[in-house]
């Protein structure tokens, strides 16, 4: 599954076959798929992570974010909007920060290319049989 930010781009787990001298292995990894308007925008890139067409994207819950604070609906939204501007608006002034999601990775920007390292742990907590192959690969 995976999950749609407005206006920053989309998380999703993969499903991809790799293949062993003998074996074909089965893994589960993270993507990140950076949003086309602000890819133009900032005039950054992102390696192309294929989100396949068998993924079901949806819409970030707010209501489920709701569930961590004790604000309204319209202050969760809000904030989340104004995040993504700023962060945005600070890589077009070439100021590359990083933005951090929490158990998720760290989002940052070198050379023109904007890219998302996931933490060991989140992909550790995504695929549990092939661990190693699945860091390697992601």
Do not use: M
């Not at 499903?15 to 990140?32: M, N, S």
């Not at 005039?43 to 067409?53: A, L, R, S, W, Y």
């Not at 993924?55 to 707010?62: A, K």
């Not at 809000?78 to 929490?102: C, D, H, M, S």
């Amino acid at each position: 599954q995976g999950v749609l930010v407005k206006g920053l781009g989309i998380f999703a787990v993969v499903r991809e076959k790799l293949w062993g001298k003998e074996v074909e292995y089965v893994i589960q990894r993270p993507v990140f798929q950076l949003d086309a308007d602000l890819s133009r925008l900032l005039n950054v890139k992102d390696p192309q992570e294929n989100i396949f067409d068998d993924v079901e994207v949806e819409p970030l819950n707010y209501k489920w974010l709701l569930r961590a604070t004790s604000f309204p609906l319209h202050v969760v939204e809000g904030f989340v909007e104004e995040t993504i501007l700023l962060y945005a608006l600070q890589l077009w002034a070439g100021q590359n920060r990083p933005f951090i999601f929490k158990n998720i990775g760290v989002l940052s920007s070198t050379q023109g290319f904007l890219c998302l390292h996931f933490y060991r742990s989140c992909v550790e907590a995504l695929e549990k049989r092939e661990t190693i192959l699945t860091l390697l690969h992601t």
